[in-house]
């Protein structure tokens, strides 16, 4: 942890290298549970560098001495290439645990080359749609017993899903479906005991809000060409028809997606209560 600045701001990825420098330390039997805690709560809720290092400054970091390091400079924002997503390097997080309780890897995050994840009595949401990948070909080992894992993905990724159930269920509906030039590849194995692992494919909040733009501005082309032949007052006429309808097909749509979310809702809620999350 640089000392250089204290007072700058943290990001996301900078807590998460220190959370897992605590993993490892519980792991090893550095910390125990009661110190873990107490330093993964610090950690999240720190905000600046010089409030990170006092947390890590006792521990080892693959068995050197040195604390960990948060880099001064920061990379750009990846582009929505996917060449510019896969970054090499390794991951900013190489597991999670959720005993009675639940874990999120979300956001912008780095996947490494293998992501271990377990959970028991609980359950855990791996969503890749805004990581950036350590390799072209990662794996997502995913381990649920009474318990539950989602693994998120964004279009354009392959999908391999090699992961059994035994009196529980492991999704491979999305496995198969064959992924864009340059896209990474990810394996989803493991087994889910009495739980689940479902693996789901799903568009970005900014992909979303780009479709819609895109329809709002077709919408609006359709418009500007319908003005520009009208001449006459059934052409007029003929307009306000075409927009009660564009408002009528709109109308249906939104309503159809509402049902739609409400159906996918219900299924997650039962696959909970399924799993015995609630």
Not at 12 to 24: G, S
Not at 125 to 137: S, T, V
């Amino acid at each position: 942890m640089t000392d250089d600045a204290p007072e700058l701001r943290a990001s996301d990825a900078d807590r998460e290298r220190v959370a897992e420098v605590l993993r490892d330390a519980l792991a090893e039997g550095r910390l125990d549970m009661t110190e873990f805690e107490e330093r993964l709560d610090a950690t999240y809720s720190a905000r600046t560098y010089g409030e990170l290092a006092p947390i890590t400054r006792d521990l080892p970091v693959g068995g050197e001495g040195a604390a960990p390091r948060v880099s001064m400079t920061k990379r750009p924002a990846a582009s929505g290439e996917w060449s510019g997503r896969v970054t090499g390097g390794e991951g900013s997080s190489t597991w999670a645990v959720a005993v009675m309780s639940g874990f999120q890897r979300k956001g912008h995050w780095t996947v490494p080359r293998r992501f271990n994840s377990f959970a028991f009595w609980g359950g855990g949401e791996i969503d890749l749609r805004d990581a950036n990948f350590a390799d072209g070909e990662v794996v997502i080992n995913c381990v649920a017993i009474m318990g539950g894992i989602d693994v998120i993905v964004p279009p354009g990724v392959e999908v391999v899903v090699r992961g059994v159930g035994v009196m529980g269920d492991f999704d491979h509906r999305e496995s198969g479906v064959l992924g864009d030039p340059g896209a990474p590849r990810v394996i989803v194995t493991g087994f889910a005991f009495w739980g689940g692992v479902g693996v789901r494919r799903k568009v970005t909040r900014a992909e979303k809000l780009r479709i819609r733009e895109e329809r709002r501005q077709e919408k609006l082309d359709r418009k500007a060409a319908r003005g520009e032949l009208r001449s006459s007052v059934r052409d007029d006429v003929a307009d306000a028809h075409h927009r009660m309808l564009d408002g009528h097909r709109d109308m249906l749509r939104e309503h159809r997606d509402e049902r739609r979310e409400q159906r996918e809702l219900r299924r997650e809620d039962r696959d909970r209560r399924r799993r015995g999350e609630d």
